[in-house]
């Protein structure tokens, strides 16, 4: 199922006060006085410990390549000298977990 972003975008728009972009360049007196930008009271929030590892955590991965060139550049050598060993039994056991933890999501 495809869903329409576009509907959604359209429901919500900065007119109606809500899905408004987050003001992350305010000046630190704002942030410390706990004021909107204009001189009034703002929300105020504070992150728990967890919180703040998890988000540390989140930048640490996003720093991260997405993919390890060295083992693909292993993978890729192997196979082009014919020396990649397949393990059959590793792949059906492989598959086995995957279908175990996709029927226990259920």
């Known amino acids: ?3 329409d972003n ?3 975008a359209s429901l919500v728009t900065q007119t109606s006060g809500h ?3 987050v003001d ?3 000046s630190g007196e704002d942030k410390a006085a706990g004021t909107a930008g204009n001189g009034q009271p703002g ?3 504070s992150l728990t410990d967890d919180a703040q590892r998890l988000r540390s955590l989140e930048q640490s991965l996003a720093e991260r390549p997405v993919v390890d060139s060295q083992r693909v550049s292993a ?3 192997a196979v082009d000298n014919g ?4 393990n059959p039994e ?3 056991d492989k598959l086995l977990s995957l279908e175990q933890a996709l029927t226990d999501a259920r």
């Open 1 to 3: 199922m495809e869903i």
């Open 6 to 8: 576009s509907r959604i």
């Open 19 to 21: 899905g408004a972009p």
């Open 24 to 26: 992350r360049h305010k």
């Open 43 to 45: 929300d105020q929030i």
């Open 75 to 77: 993978v890729r050598d």
């Open 83 to 86: 020396t990649f060993a397949v």
């Open 90 to 92: 590793r792949i059906a």
